[in-house]
């Protein structure tokens, strides 16, 4: 069966330390790959998505990036982080075809100070 | 325009009584399909069900059912028979087919409180 692997869970970086979260996919080959994030008690934006490796779809201009380096795998990153940077941010993948759902990572909780 | 709306940011329901959760779409695209999604408080997104825009019938797992009404772009979720651990966030969201498929487009979500 597949699986989605987002780590940290928890993470605390003051303002203008780097970030990079890291998401991996096992059991499936060639998946789509999003990275959201959810601001306290909001709905989900949508930052990155991936259809292939290296193939990165922006949704938000922003201090952030993504990379998918590997099939299964989808990195986020910031040089500089912003103290609005800080929610949740989730992982997920999904089949190619409108009736597959995403998949959705455990998540990771920054905070930025 | 929205492509889902959620209009009811928060919902009370008596335990063991049925809630219905409402979900409006909006799409050009005949072939689409629309999930929901349980939040917990712990933040893991949980996938409900799905209903495919051809689908005759309306999809049904478990306790949770989607009532499709297709030509009003409604997809509400009726959750029967409420358990205390069904409090959380409820999202919709839809996917689109064809070569814009690869996005999904979520609701703001429902808070649905069950009171013992």
């Known amino acids: 069966s597949q699986t989605i692997h987002q780590w940290p869970a928890t993470l605390v970086q003051p303002v203008g330390s780097p970030l990079s979260l890291e998401c991996t996919v096992e059991g499936t080959s060639n998946p789509n790959l999003y990275w959201y994030r959810q601001a306290a008690g909001r709905g989900l934006q949508l930052l990155f998505y991936?259809?292939?490796?290296?193939?990165i779809s922006s949704e938000v201009p922003q201090n952030l990036s993504a990379s998918r380096p590997q099939d299964r795998q989808f990195i986020l990153s910031s040089k500089k982080l912003l103290l609005s940077d800080s929610g949740f941010y989730l992982c997920a993948w999904s089949a190619q075809g409108k009736v597959f759902p995403l998949h959705f990572g455990n998540g990771t909780r920054l905070t930025v100070t | 325009a929205q492509k889902i709306t959620q209009t009811q940011p928060g919902m009370f329901v008596q335990e063991k009584e049925a809630v219905t959760l409402d979900c409006t779409y909006d799409?050009?695209?005949?072939?689409?399909?629309l999930f929901w999604y349980k939040q917990p408080s712990s933040g893991e997104m949980i996938f409900l069900i799905y209903q495919g825009s051809y689908d005759q019938q309306n999809a049904t797992e478990g306790r949770y059912s989607l009532n499709f009404q297709k030509a009003r772009k409604s997809a509400n979720l009726v959750i029967s028979a409420s358990q205390l651990g069904d409090s959380a966030m409820y999202f919709c969201?839809?996917?689109?087919?064809?070569?814009?498929?690869?996005?999904?487009?979520f609701g703001t979500g429902t808070s649905l409180t069950v009171i013992p």
């Open positions: 969201a839809m996917r689109e087919g064809g070569f814009t498929g690869n996005q999904f487009y």
């Open positions: 991936s259809v292939g490796i290296g193939q």
């Open positions: 799409t050009s695209d005949p072939s689409y399909g």
